[in-house]
């Protein structure tokens, strides 16, 4: 309940949190464990409201477009925003640029994988396969986070792929995976986690620089980043510059982590995002909340909001130099 | 393999059953009554608001709880798709199309006990259907793809020309209408934004509960203030009405071959991950009008039009935990609800789940057949108060209804635009009446559009990339001359029937 020392000093009892995707998924169970710890903390009730749409933007826009007096937060899936930035989609709000970043809660990690069942069970074995034919990748859309991703890493291994459109989302991207229609997927780890220790799914490659974790399913997995990384060693191979493939690929290591951010509007009052942030980062570092979401198996890489912000405004401008790769594959899916 | 599914059954039964355990698939059916009740809330929206309330409750009562919540919801949106034409939910919206005709004709009693029992036993075969398929679940979901789900899709298309009533031209009409309308919104393949006008409301495409409240419940209430009908049932009193319980329980029995076609059409449907009990519903539907001997009096309360939708709608709640417990796929939105809540315990659907948790999952699924049975019950012993709304004189009840299926409009995901959408296709619906352009093929089109168009993408591209061969999927195969037998029966009807007059009228001049 309100206390003098909360940052909406009692003029709001009640803050809108904004999710953009439907109640139940990944997104919405962050918000749901956050909500207790935050909600004592700055004094006011939390009202989660799901708004799922557009990949997120619909939320984001709303947010974006909200009075930027902490009546309303809500909680960004930065790697989609600027997918759909990346993508041409010129409705969607700059996650670098039109909101105040108050925290990151998780970075996000991919994997490629294929079925367990499938004759690919290496990238050797896929780099020698693309050799003969095309590798089809299972994707949802052409302006998601895993088509950007799969479009700019394919590219860094010199992998000719076809990409396999139209999922509605990465469970049903992940069930043609399974049943052979697609080579290949990419997903978060974290969300693929179950159907990879059910042994339904096999990880091949790890978008990141160091082990995601000190999981047994990835024991065998590349690593794409790093001056031993995947990237770089194809570069060599292909008689491409290996330091800057380096670079890319550690491009897209940040990119998908810019992660889960918690946002408010833009060109909030200095004192009350930061006020708002310190609470956020409080909660966030609570044992209990801690916790609680290992509990359910959520992991965390917190942030403050200066360090996300620095991060994603980084990473935009950095991806900019793949828009012309990701505009030709996108125009080969329209087709 | 079977010993331990038993054991597992009988451990989750026990537990079901025990007290206190028993208070929480009560409540949770009460509670999802009535959300279900009221046009635009559902047992979607209640599940939502539950996911917060339960955080910290144990992984038991809430297997005890959402299990009733996804039973719970759906009978009692047939009641008022039944009494006021208001589809409480969206699957119901089939049932408004020979339900609200009885509730018309002063048979609403025989209408809510068909619904009951239709629906109890409905349900029944899609739990049976889920046990059943415990062992082999997993196989079974794998083995339908995008060819499957596309021939679906245009197996359920084809069903359209059965359902047209009158002009055929008007009715294929409406049906693009409604295909039209399922393309606005993003590209499910490109993430194209297209017929949006640069509208954002319109980006995620219109959704589909608004434009139901719309062309059902609004159009209806325009009709019924237009004409001036006096009552719904056109009676003044209750002694009246010439419905009964037990002839609309009776009908199930006297249907049955109608009633397991159905029930199979909602359990398979139902395994589909995001298809939902609406294209069950009304494929159902169409499959009861297609297969009829006689089918003139669909469409003005025949009791067949009925059975058919709501068996199938209650046959896919147990069939939608097929793809959600096998690998977290949700086979409706209540489901994707239902694992939200799983996930914020810690429980993880798949193997794991299935394997070292089974007497849990059983917990859910005897909560869900025995919440399904109590909306039958309540539903029935209710009845005699339900059906006194339909004498009602409809001066008094009109701005009630049209009040709540605008409320049900904005509650649905609380945008004024939905008011909006349910207002326009309220005038439409009223004018699609008037003017005898059949609705259902609309509808239909409406909610298969969507399933039709990415699975058609896929499917091309699968082909194109030597992916599949069609021939040795013996389920598309099964599908492809399903759809054939569709297409071609009312033409071998039509055959028939000319020559059964013919003979008659040979017969006659002899």
């Known amino acids: 309940m309100a206390s003098s020392s909360s940052c909406l000093q009692g003029r709001i009892r009640r803050v809108q949190w904004l999710v953009p995707f439907p109640p139940g998924g990944a997104v919405d169970i962050y918000s749901r464990l956050l909500e207790p710890y935050f909600s004592e903390r700055i004094g006011a009730d939390i009202v989660v409201e799901n708004m799922p749409g557009a990949g997120g933007s619909i939320a984001a826009t709303k947010l974006r477009d909200s009075a930027p007096d902490g009546s309303t937060l809500g909680i960004l899936n930065a790697p989609g925003l600027m997918a759909a930035a990346l993508t041409g989609e010129t409705n969607t709000p700059n996650s670098a640029t039109d909101f105040t970043i108050l925290g990151r809660i998780v970075q996000q990690q991919l994997v490629w994988v294929t079925a367990s069942n499938s004759p690919l069970r290496t990238m050797d074995d896929v780099l020698s396969e693309a050799k003969k034919r095309s590798i089809v990748f299972a994707v949802s859309d052409a302006g998601s986070t895993n088509f950007v991703n799969t479009v700019i890493v394919s590219q860094l291994l010199g992998l000719d792929i076809k990409c396999l459109a139209g999922f509605l989302g990465s469970r049903e991207t992940s069930m043609a995976v399974m049943r052979g229609e697609a080579d290949l997927g990419s997903f978060t780890f974290e969300s693929a986690l179950d159907r990879i220790e059910s042994q339904d799914l096999r990880v091949l490659l790890q978008v990141t620089e160091k082990r995601i974790a000190a999981h047994p399913s990835l024991d065998n997995a590349a690593l794409l980043g790093g001056d031993k990384g995947l990237a770089a060693q194809r570069a060599n191979e292909l008689g491409r510059d290996a330091r800057q493939a380096q670079a890319d690929a550690l491009t897209m290591v940040r990119f998908n982590a810019a992660g889960l951010l918690i946002a408010a509007p833009p060109k909030m009052n200095e ?3 930061r006020c708002l942030d310190e609470k956020l980062h409080e909660s966030l570092t609570d044992p209990a909340f801690q916790a609680a979401a290992a509990k359910v198996n959520r992991s965390l890489d917190i942030a403050r909001g200066a360090e996300a912000q620095a991060g994603i405004q980084g990473v935009a401008a950095e991806m900019e130099k793949f828009i012309p790769m990701i505009r030709e594959a996108i125009n080969k899916i329209r087709k | 393999m079977v010993e331990p599914i038993l054991q597992a059954a009988w451990d989750g039964l026990r537990l079901v059953f025990s007290f206190p355990n028993i208070l929480y698939p009560i409540i949770g059916t009460l509670l999802a009554m009535v959300f279900a009740f009221i046009p635009g809330l559902s047992g979607f929206t209640l599940m939502a608001l539950a996911i917060s309330f339960t955080l910290h409750w144990e992984p038991l009562p809430i297997m005890l709880l959402f299990g009733a919540f996804v ?8 009641i008022t798709a039944i009494l006021f034409n208001i589809p409480g939910t969206t699957p119901s919206a089939a049932t408004t199309l020979d339900g609200y ?18 629906s109890a036993l409905g349900s029944s075969f899609g739990v049976l259907v889920l046990i059943l398929l415990i062992p082999v679940m997993r196989q079974a979901i794998l083995s339908f793809g995008s060819p499957e789900f596309l021939m679906l899709s245009i197996w359920g298309l084809a069903t359209i020309a059965a359902v047209i009533r009158g002009s055929l031209i008007k009715g294929l009409a409406a049906a693009g209408l409604g295909f039209l309308l399922s393309f606005v919104g993003f590209d499910p393949r490109t993430a194209e934004v297209r017929y949006t006008f640069g509208n954002d409301f319109l980006r995620e495409g219109i959704s589909v509960v608004p434009i139901l409240l719309g062309v059902f419940a609004i159009a209806e209430m325009i009709t019924l203030s237009v004409t001036g009908t006096r009552t719904i049932s056109g009676s003044a009193k209750v002694e009246q009405l010439t419905g009964s319980l037990w002839r609309g329980v009776q ?4 249907n049955f071959g109608l009633f397991i076609r159905s029930s199979i059409i909602g359990t398979v449907i139902g395994m589909i991950p995001a298809v939902g009990g609406t294209v069950a519903s009304f494929v159902a539907y169409g499959q009861a009008v297609q297969t009829a001997k006689n089918r003139d009096k669909f469409g003005r309360g025949d009791i067949r039009g009925v059975i058919a939708p709501e068996a199938a709608h209650d046959a896919k709640d147990g069939a939608s935990l097929v793809p959600t417990l096998a690998f977290g796929i949700p086979g409706s939105e209540g489901t994707a609800l239902l694992l939200g809540a799983l996930s914020l315990h810690g429980l993880v659907p798949g193997k794991e789940l299935m394997n070292n948790q089974l007497s849990l999952v059983f917990v859910l699924i005897w909560s869900l057949f025995l919440s ?12 005699n108060q339900l059906t006194r709304l339909t004498v009602v004189r409809t001066q008094l009840l009109t701005p009630i209804i049209f009040a709540l299926a605008v409320l049900g409009a904005y509650a649905y995901k609380g945008r004024i635009e939905d008011v909006a959408v349910a207002a326009l296709f309220g005038l439409i619906g009223y004018f699609m009446k008037k003017f005898d352009w059949s609705r259902v093929p609309f509808v239909m089109a409406l909610v298969l559009g969507p399933l039709f168009e990415s699975n058609l993408h896929i499917t091309r591209n699968l082909h194109q990339l030597g992916r599949i061969n069609f021939w040795t999927r013996p389920l598309t195969v099964a599908l492809m001359i399903l759809t054939a037998v569709t297409l071609l029966l009312p033409y071998v009807q039509g055959i028939r029937e000319k020559r059964r007059q013919r003979q008659a009228s040979e017969e006659d001049s002899s």
Request: glycine letters at 14%.
């Open chain 1, 271 to 273: 004192e009350l995002s």
């Open chain 2, 71 to 78: 039973g719970g919801a759906t009978f009692m949106g047939s």
């Open chain 2, 101 to 118: 005709p009885l509730a018309q004709q002063g048979e609403a009693k025989t209408a809510i006990g068909c619904s009951a029992m239709s």
């Open chain 2, 251 to 254: 009908a199930v029995f006297s």
């Open chain 2, 372 to 383: 399904n049975w109590l909306t039958s019950i309540i539903g029935v012993a209710l009845v």
